[in-house]
């Protein structure tokens, strides 16, 4: 079986976006690879954050991806930061990164403008850091949603140059695209998104879930019940897709577009299917909240296993290199 990888930033409550761009695909792609998960820490620390709340992220981050599916029995899920080996990589990558290609990043020139105050080298070179992610365990496929793609072309980029340089080392990567690579936040203008506070996390109660439905905003053109609309423009019938048949997807489409159904009876079938595809996860999570011991030994479990490919990856790399 080829190996996947994939990760996820411990910066907030996972949300539907995550969800659905990522972590329903991991789920389903764990008969199809030798799939491995991480919880990047590393990643999460290029922005500011509060020290104190980083571990219960951490495992945070972790009991939901297990709650949504990653079962560790047919998965590796781990924390970056138990791996010494993703950083020492990292090192090794940055010199045969060309400046030119991180400086053109589109996520770079974002959270710059974001954390202008804290324009740090990490945040500049974190592409690397999920380069060395993904070579060290050689992993040939890596489900993203559409933000991500960058990255992954410069990934691959990275890949070449280290091969043409030290000889054929590493596969390169493809990404995986889920069928919903891409979902807006509750202003249906701007990607869903921890930094942006337009989300609808895993966690949220049913009640405010639905709350949050009522007032996300839908096709800016349909100003009065009788207007028609057009759920091609919509961010609440991309969700849809995720969560509804498509029999009801039939439903909203033709009904939006002649007007017979209001944005209103739209929401309510939407809050009422992602509820009901959420609350299984949710039970889980309240599990797993009585037991965090066994969400850490998962995690170090996971870390146990990396450190052996890890290990090998880089005694390969330090041979190349002329090191040995
Ligand atoms: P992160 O933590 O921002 O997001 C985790 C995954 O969720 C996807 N995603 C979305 N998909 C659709 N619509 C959205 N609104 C949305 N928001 C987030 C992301 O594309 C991602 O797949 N840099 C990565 C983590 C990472 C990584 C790696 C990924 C570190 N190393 C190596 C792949 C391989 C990130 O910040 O993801």
């Known amino acids: ?29 764990l008969d199809k690879y030798q799939c491995i998960y991480c919880i990047v820490d590393y990643h999460a620390i290029t922005i500011e954050y509060d020290v104190q709340e980083m571990l219960s992220r951490i495992i945070g981050a972790a009991t939901v991806n297990i709650a949504a599916g990653l079962d560790p029995e047919k998965c590796i899920l781990f924390r970056q930061s138990d791996v010494v080996q993703h950083t020492e990589l990292a090192w090794v990558l940055n010199t045969v990164t060309p400046m030119g290609d991180l400086e053109r990043m589109t996520q770079f020139k974002d959270k710059s403008r974001q954390h202008a105050s804290n324009v740090n080298a990490g945040l500049f070179t974190y592409p690397v850091l999920m380069a060395a992610d993904i070579m060290l365990y050689k992993a040939e496929a890596v489900p993203v949603g559409d933000d991500q793609i960058q990255h992954l072309e410069l990934c691959r980029e990275i890949t070449r140059k280290f091969n043409n340089r030290f000889g054929e080392v590493f596969p390169e990567a493809q990404p995986l695209l889920s069928e919903s690579p891409r979902i807006l936040g509750l202003d249906g203008k701007s990607k869903m998104s921890k930094s942006l506070g337009n989300t609808i996390s895993l966690v949220d109660s049913p009640e405010l879930i639905r709350e949050k439905l009522a007032t996300a905003v839908t096709d800016e053109n349909r100003k009065r019940r009788k207007d028609p609309g057009n759920p091609d423009v919509c961010n609440l019938f991309t969700m849809h897709k995720g969560f509804s048949t498509a029999e009801q997807l039939k439903w909203v489409d033709e009904g939006c577009r002649s007007a017979s159904i209001g944005c209103l009876e739209c929401k309510k079938l939407l809050a009422d299917n992602m509820l009901a595809d959420i609350a299984p996860i949710q039970e889980r999570i309240a599990e797993f909240a009585k037991k965090p011991d066994l969400v850490r030994q998962i995690l170090d479990e996971g870390a146990r296993k990396c450190r052996v490919i890890a290990e090998k990856t880089m005694d390969e790399v330090h041979g190349v290199m002329g090191f040995k």
């Open 1 to 29: 079986m080829k190996t996947l990888f994939s990760g996820i930033q411990p910066s907030g409550d996972i949300h539907i976006g995550n969800y659905l761009g990522a972590i329903r695909n991991w789920v389903r792609l």
